[in-house]
């Protein structure tokens, strides 16, 4: 009855300086989205079904200029990243039909740090805070006010709200990674993430998981 096509393409360039122990680098990265939606329309006479038509009814494109800083610092034991981050987020999705549209730029700010320690030959823990802040620059938004069904209406307004938000996200990755004999090298991860939205809403992540490292 529909069918979805999306195309993705990405261009970037990253640069590093090594100054002794310490690694200094630059990144740009652009990313394009484009999702193209097309119904198809049967018509049945009897017990025969054909094609009479098809539509291409909705689009949906997403842009991001990503820019990130980079800097290391490594001993025989130790490394150490820091990587503030800034990122410029536009999306537009429309319907031609009912001439629904919605436009969001967004402003994101974020920094990362990755610091791993040897414990000993076998073993190594890594620690990883993060913060990213998103804010919203401009909007424009058409949408269908109603639907037939309760559920839909719903779900579309509190899209709405959360697309129409700014928030704030924090969390940490706890990692211990541990190699034994003749086998590969196993870790156990632990994460946590809180995000709180200027619409007095906050959603909560805690997560666990179990790996190898081949």
Do not use: C
Request: aromatic share 14%.
């Amino acid at each position: 009855m529909s069918e979805l096509k999306t195309k993705k393409y990405t261009v970037g360039a990253i640069k590093y300086v090594d100054i002794n122990e310490h690694r200094l680098g630059a990144k740009v990265n652009y990313l394009l989205t484009e999702s193209r939606g097309t119904e198809y329309f049967y018509s049945k006479v009897g017990k025969l079904e054909q094609k009479i038509a098809e539509k291409e009814l909705y689009k949906f494109v997403r842009s991001d200029i990503y820019t990130s800083l980079f800097y290391q610092y490594s001993t025989e034991v130790s490394r150490l990243i820091v990587s503030p981050s800034f990122t410029i987020e536009q999306t537009d999705e429309k319907r031609r039909d009912t001439f629904a549209k919605q436009r969001f730029t967004y402003l994101n700010y974020g920094v990362e740090v990755d610091y791993m320690r040897q414990i000993n030959q076998t073993s190594a823990i890594t620690v990883s805070p993060y913060l990213r802040v998103r804010n919203l620059k401009e909007s424009t938004v058409n949408n269908i006010e109603s639907y037939k069904s309760p559920a839909m209406t719903e779900w579309t307004l509190h899209d709405l709200a959360v697309k129409s938000s700014n928030y704030q996200s924090y969390g940490a990755t706890a990692r211990y990674d541990v190699k034994f004999n003749n086998i590969p090298t196993m870790f156990a991860q632990v994460q946590y993430e809180q995000t709180r939205y200027n619409i007095n809403k906050t959603n909560s992540y805690i997560g666990m998981s179990l790996g190898v490292t081949f």
